[in-house]
């Protein structure tokens, strides 16, 4: 059943991405409202069972993120704002915080793998995007940084030494309190 309900958050947001954003002219900025929107909706039909985890953010991302490359928008210019609608949605459908953080982060690098995107600009990207959605919802933006670093960092590990490297050091030059978490983890 927990397939069932996956499978169904992932097509549902693809066709509901696709659908909202197809002729909209600046894609970036709408994919944050559209996701969230089509996140609260889908999680709110879905019962408890959905909200636990980071299956269904995963799987919110994953939606957002076929729906996005099927209207032929770069992945690049709209994960911030996909990452970004998932955690909002997600947060205000009940999923926690860190769930929400970590599933969206590491769906949009290991969707982007699957793309040939540019997995190091997606994870930076994702980061920033999850950081925002916390955000806005008033969570907690430094424990947002650091599950969104950490989900990041997991996800390039199955990508490969080279790419983690990449990424460390990407979100180390770009993400507002990166440095003192990559420090950390290194111990």
């Given at each position: 059943?927990?397939?069932?309900?996956?499978?169904?958050?992932?097509?549902?947001?693809?066709?509901?991405?696709t659908?909202?954003?197809?002729?909209?002219?600046?894609?970036?900025?709408?994919?944050?409202?559209?996701?969230k929107?089509?996140?609260?909706?889908?999680?709110?039909?879905?019962?408890?069972?959905?909200?636990?985890?980071?299956?269904?953010?995963?799987?919110?991302?994953?939606?957002?993120?076929?729906?996005?490359?099927?209207?032929?928008?770069?992945l690049?210019?709209?994960?911030?704002?996909?990452?970004?609608?998932?955690?909002?949605?997600?947060?205000?459908?009940?999923?926690?915080?860190?769930?929400?953080?970590?599933?969206?982060?590491?769906?949009?690098?290991?969707?982007?793998?699957?793309?040939?995107?540019?997995?190091?600009?997606?994870?930076?990207?994702?980061?920033?995007?999850?950081?925002?959605?916390?955000?806005q919802v008033?969570?907690?933006?430094v424990?947002?940084?650091?599950?969104?670093?950490?989900?990041?960092?997991?996800?390039?590990k199955?990508?490969?030494?080279?790419?983690?490297?990449?990424?460390?050091?990407?979100?180390?030059?770009?993400?507002?309190?990166?440095?003192?978490?990559?420090?950390?983890?290194?111990?």
């Amino acid at each position: 059943m927990a397939i069932q309900i996956l499978s169904k958050v992932v097509n549902g947001l693809k066709g509901g991405v696709t659908a909202a954003l197809k002729g909209a002219a600046d894609v970036g900025s709408s994919v944050a409202n559209v996701v969230k929107d089509i996140s609260v909706k889908t999680l709110q039909g879905a019962g408890e069972l959905a909200v636990k985890g980071i299956q269904i953010p995963a799987s919110i991302v994953a939606g957002a993120i076929e729906g996005v490359a099927e209207i032929g928008t770069t992945l690049i210019r709209a994960v911030k704002g996909i990452v970004e609608g998932t955690v909002q949605g997600s947060v205000k459908a009940g999923v926690s915080q860190e769930d929400a953080v970590k599933g969206s982060v590491k769906q949009a690098i290991l969707s982007a793998k699957d793309l040939g995107a540019d997995t190091v600009s997606v994870a930076v990207e994702a980061v920033k995007g999850a950081v925002a959605g916390v955000k806005q919802v008033g969570g907690d933006t430094v424990a947002a940084t650091k599950h969104a670093v950490v989900a990041a960092l997991d996800a390039t590990k199955e990508i490969g030494k080279e790419s983690t490297d990449s990424v460390r050091k990407a979100i180390d030059e770009s993400v507002d309190g990166a440095k003192d978490i990559l420090n950390e983890i290194k111990k």
